[in-house]
Each structure stands twice: as structure tokens, then as C-alpha cells.
């Protein structure tokens, strides 16, 4: 059994950092996040940031984004922490996310960006779920801040 070690993290942040690599996996795994124009602004082992814009297809009626919209880009700033935590890893793992819990404090407009800081935290989950057989239940957090420094979520 082989952990995640330094050398994986840096190919998975080296890939997810490509602009190009970036949109071929969300246009093949994702797409849906692709056409609501998600991007990654920073992967670190500590935190994820991911923006997603206000425009036509993220829109609600009420003029601010749609909470689905919101919801895929937070999910995805926990998700590329876990998925950096297990790329690479023998046996190959899988994450699966139990639930989702949501405030919505402002509408949304403009340029979102959603900040995960659990990296660190994620890993030992990830590397005590190997180590121990079992898996492993973690509740990950991801704060949404509008154009102006505002949480919106």
C-alpha cells in the first residue's frame, strides 16, 4: 500500500492547475461545471480556491446565481482536496459526498469564489481511512465571497 506522497500532490496540482488539462476533465467528467465556466484560481495542501462567474447560464430568475450553480462550485473546492488526496494512492480510493448543508446569506452576483481550507485535515482522513481499512466519515467547509469580499455562502 503506497501513500499519497509529495511528489503525487505536486503532479495532481501541476494538472489541475492547466488551464487546458483543467477544462479537458471537467468536459469529460464534468461538463456541466465546464459550461457554467468553473475555474481553478489556487490548489495548495491546504486549501482549494474556486471561482465561477455570474452570467446567462448560472443565473437564476431572481438576477443572482443559482444555488445549484453555487453548490457545484463549493463542492468542487472540497472535492480537488480529496481527489489530490488520493491520486496516486494503491489500492485507489474513492470519496463520496453524504450530504450538503447550505447558507445562503446574500445573492450572488458578479465573480464567486468558494475557499476550502480542510487540505491538511482531508489528507489524515484520507491516509487514516488507508491505514486502518475503514472508511471515514469528514465534514469539509467551503466559504463563498462575492466581488466585494462578502460571504454570499
Known amino acids: 500500500m ?3 506522497d509529495k511528489s503525487n500532490s505536486a ?3 501541476k494538472l489541475v492547475s492547466s ?3 483543467f477544462r479537458l476533465f471537467l468536459l469529460k467528467d464534468l461538463p456541466m461545471a465546464f459550461v457554467a465556466g468553473i475555474r481553478v484560481k489556487e490548489i495548495t495542501e491546504e ?3 474556486i471561482t465561477i462567474p455570474y452570467k446567462f447560464l448560472t443565473k437564476n430568475p431572481f438576477r443572482s446565481m443559482y444555488f445549484a450553480c ?3 462550485a463549493a463542492e468542487l473546492s472540497t472535492g480537488l482536496l480529496c481527489a489530490e488526496a488520493a491520486y496516486g494512492l494503491k489500492p485507489k480510493i474513492s470519496t463520496l459526498v453524504l450530504g450538503l448543508k447550505g447558507n445562503f446569506s446574500k445573492k450572488a452576483r458578479g465573480l464567486i469564489t468558494f475557499t476550502c481550507n480542510d487540505g491538511k485535515a482531508i489528507a489524515r482522513a484520507v491516509h487514516e481511512s488507508i491505514s486502518t481499512g475503514e472508511g471515514k ?3 469539509a467547509t467551503s466559504i463563498g465571497i462575492d466581488e466585494s ?3 454570499v455562502c
Open 70 to 72: 453555487l453548490s457545484m
Open 11 to 13: 503532479r495532481f496540482r
Open 19 to 21: 488551464k487546458i488539462m
Open 149 to 151: 469580499g462578502e460571504q
Open 2 to 4: 503506497k501513500m499519497n
Open 137 to 139: 466519515t469528514f465534514t
Open 47 to 49: 486549501k482549494a480556491v
